[in-house]
């Protein structure tokens, strides 16, 4: 049998690893437009005040799965998928090649959502969803500290990320302004109590969090960025960094005539439309209505998809209990976070 995986996310990945060890004799392979490896993304956001965080985010280099046997594909886009035929169509440097499978397996993960105001400014911000991004951002970082000193940022969206960012680039020393559009900051995972604990939290590190400040737009004054506000622009900053939320990445599924909704559709047996394939990680709605984008339960479906295909397991999945958790350094919620 060959399982064809497309992401080396930690979906993609401990799933492979996983088959590997329980059916040592099928072919695994994994496409992935990364170069780096596979790493670990919940470091991206803690990647500003560590100068090892380039080499310690690396999880597993692409070279290590292919010693245990799983074929990687590294830096390649899968373009299609022909049902009908059970092929993929990949391009990487060298042109264009299909893979046949005969389970496919997709965890292709999630953009950053850019709210439809900003997508024709996309030149003017960045986002923190890849290690290319982080690295992106910290050059630029390193250029600002040598020509102009400390930088200003402005982090737009005072979610998860966006707090867990802010709080990381003020621990590297940096100035932050924190726009966020509502009253309290991680509105959809605190209750209010921890909202206002994490607010000082935030303050006490010197970020200035703008609570109902809706951002409008973005504009560049020379060599520094403005943010529009809706009568006001604020003005000098060095770079902006937009975290507004995730878009599970769904247009391969769509394209291949599979059920999407917010995310690809996945029942209890984590299969889609198409009982061939399989979808998991933050791509992947499950029955119930939620995307489980979080380490954990991604990990559970992995382990759960792996043992299901080989035979291991017959009952359906069934989402973990699980705590997700803040890594705004010096804030620990005092209730449990909502999900
Ligand atoms: C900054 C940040 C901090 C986070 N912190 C935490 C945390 O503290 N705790 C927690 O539990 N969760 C955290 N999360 C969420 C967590 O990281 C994600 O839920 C998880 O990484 C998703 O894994 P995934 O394998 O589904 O997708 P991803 O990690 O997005 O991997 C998807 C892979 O698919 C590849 N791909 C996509 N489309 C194609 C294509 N067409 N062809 C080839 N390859 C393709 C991509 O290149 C990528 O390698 C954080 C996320 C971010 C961005």
């Known amino acids: 049998m060959h399982v064809v995986i497309i992401g080396s996310g930690i979906a993609g990945i401990t799933f492979a690893e996983e088959l590997r060890k329980l059916q040592p004799d099928n072919r695994i392979s994994v496409v992935t437009q990364e170069s780096h490896g596979h790493y670990s993304r919940p470091m991206l956001s803690h990647g500003f005040s560590r100068d090892d965080v380039e080499t310690k985010i690396i999880l597993k280099p692409f070279d290590a799965l292919r010693d245990a046997g799983i074929e990687v594909h590294g830096k390649t886009e899968v373009l299609t998928l022909d049902r009908d035929g059970k092929t993929v169509l990949c391009r990487n440097n060298t042109g264009e090649f299909t893979l046949n ?123 520094l960025y403005a943010v529009k506000l809706q009568d006001e622009l604020a003005t000098g900053f060095h770079g902006v960094i937009v975290a507004c939320g995730f878009k599970p990445r769904t247009d391969l599924a769509r394209q291949a005539g599979l059920t999407v909704n917010r995310g690809i559709l996945a029942d209890e047996f984590l299969r889609t439309s198409d009982p061939d394939v399989h979808a998991i990680g933050d791509a992947a709605e499950f029955v119930d209505g939620r995307l489980y984008a979080y380490i954990m339960p991604i990990r559970h479906q992995a382990f759960w998809l792996a043992r299901f295909l080989a035979g291991e397991v017959k009952e359906p999945w069934q989402p973990p209990d699980f705590k997700p958790r803040a890594k705004v350094h010096g804030f620990n919620a005092a209730h449990p976070y909502l999900f």
């Open 101 to 223: 499978y005969d389970k496919l397996v997709l965890a292709p993960g999630s953009d950053a959502l850019i709210p439809p105001p900003f997508q024709s400014s996309s030149e003017l911000f960045s986002v923190v969803n890849s290690l290319d991004d982080l690295i992106e951002l910290r050059r630029h970082r390193e250029q600002v500290i040598e020509t102009s000193g400390t930088p200003l940022w402005a982090v737009v969206g005072g979610g998860l990320i966006g707090c867990e960012v802010a709080s990381d680039l003020a621990k590297a020393g940096d100035r932050v302004i924190l726009f966020h559009a509502l009253a309290r900051l991680m509105e959809r995972q605190l209750v209010e109590e921890d909202s206002a604990t994490l607010l000082k939290v935030l303050q006490s590190h010197g970020i200035e969090a703008r609570l109902n400040a809706a951002v409008q737009d973005f504009e560049k004054i020379g060599a």
